[in-house]
T-cell receptor
Framework: QKEVEQNSGPLSVPEGAIASLNCTYSDRGSQSFFWYRQYSGKSPELIMSIYSNGDKEDGRFTAQLNKASQYVSLLIRDSQPSDSATYLCAVINAGNNRKLIWGLGTSLGVNP | DVKVTQSSRYLVKRTGEKVFLECVQDMDHENMFWYRQDPGLGLRLIYFSYDVKMKEKGDIPEGYSVSREKKERFSLILESASTNQTSMYLC??????????FGDGTRLSIL
């Protein structure tokens, strides 16, 4: 079992819809969770950090964390074609608070 | 804003050459990382450093070495470049328990 798992996609949603991206992790002691967006040919950029159970909203983005079920999700409301990218989930495990453990990413396409 | 600067966006080298990739960060972060990214394989950690002159192997250190003589600078060295090291190389920095911030990446081609 991979330490951080994401559905590779591609996930396709129409413009204006809600895109839902999911990530599960195996280390129950993980404390810090991050979502990055990566456009083709570019480097990853941080879009959300979440550290405690529940929802965290930032503009059109909402991160949801459920430590009991060991998953973290990202919702993108009012999806735009410019949201088309690969979304990477990353987790800091309890055993090493310096490294990130990465998922392989979910490819999202938003259709005009 | 965190600024991580990689020395080259594109680089072309020949097999057997010694190749240096440089990375500089301006946020006084103690942690610095080198990754390579290939289609379908995700981000793979080559080496990281948590202090000056300190380094730890990541998941794929073979064929690479690193140097961290100053806190702000972390260099990746390909001792004898081979074609299977053609890839996108990404440098990142962070402080403890915080997210990593990336440079723009270096697309390296080994011919």
């Amino acid at each position: 079992q991979k330490e951080v798992e994401q559905n590779s996609g591609p996930l396709s949603v129409p413009e204006g819809a809600i895109a839902s991206l999911n990530c599960t992790y195996s280390d129950r002691g993980s404390q810090s969770f991050f979502w990055y967006r990566q456009y083709s040919g570019k480097s990853p950029e941080l879009i959300m950090s979440i550290y405690s159970n529940g929802d965290k909203e930032d503009g059109r983005f909402t991160a949801q964390l459920n430590k009991a079920s060991q998953y973290v999700s990202l919702l993108i409301r009012d999806s735009q074609p410019s949201d088309s990218a690969t979304y990477l989930c990353a987790v800091i495990n309890a055993g090493n608070n310096r490294k990130l453990i990465w998922g392989l990413g979910t490819s999202l396409g938003v259709n005009p | 804003d965190v600024k991580v600067t990689q020395s080259s966006r594109y680089l072309v080298k020949r097999t057997g050459e010694k190749v240096f990739l440089e990375c500089v960060q301006d946020m006084d972060h103690e942690n610095m990382f080198w990754y390579r990214q290939d289609p379908g394989l995700g981000l793979r950690l080559i080496y990281f450093s948590y202090d000056v002159k300190m380094k730890e192997k990541g998941d794929i250190p073979e064929g690479y070495s690193v140097s961290r003589e100053k806190k702000e600078r972390f260099s990746l060295i390909l001792e004898s470049a081979s074609t299977n090291q053609t890839s996108m190389y990404l440098c990142a920095s962070s402080t403890v328990n915080q997210p990593q911030h990336f440079g723009d990446g270096t697309r390296l081609s080994i011919l």
